[in-house]
């Protein structure tokens, strides 16, 4: 199984970048029978303010069609999003805009399980209700989702692993069900 993953932030610090690094290897470890699983950074995707005005006199970038092909590569995704102001980051909301012109299925019913994680208690839980929501208006089949709350009392940074047993049990539950 080839699995896309990436964390909806272009924080080069982002903890949503060290969670999805985090579950990319549990399920390189076996979570998932015969994984292949790779690791981008939306940040390789950068591309200019979404515009109508701008696609009518420019086209849609190539990265744009870059990050689609990416997805139709894949067999499943592993996104964790961050959380800006209660939604997605303008930086992948962006990339997702300008995708979304290639084709409005973006995720191209790519079964999914989606994951968020703020330092405070929320969890980052209304851009994941937003994602799981927008979901199947945009092809995303999603089998899971996880909201991590205080992630700095629920990750070790140091040690690069969960150090919270209640939600390493629940992340490995939710990487499961891609099988």
Sequence with gaps: MK???FAASNSRNSINKTLVSYAAGLLEA???????VE???????????????????EGIPEQ????????GEADALLIAFAEHNG??????????????RVDRKVYQNKPAVLLASSPGPSGARNVLKAAKE???????????ALSVPRFFESFDVEQDRVSSDEIQGQLKSVLASLN
């Design 3 to 5: 699995v896309l993953a």
């Design 30 to 36: 076996g979570m998932v029978d015969n994984p292949e």
């Design 39 to 57: 690791v981008i950074d939306i940040n390789d995707f950068e591309m200019p303010l979404y515009s109508i005005d701008r696609e009518r006199r």
């Design 64 to 71: 744009a069609h870059q990050f689609y092909q990416k997805i």
């Design 87 to 100: 939604h997605y980051t303008a930086a992948y909301k962006n990339l997702f805009d300008w995708a979304s």
């Design 134 to 144: 927008s979901a199947p208006h945009f092809g995303m089949n999603v089998k899971a």
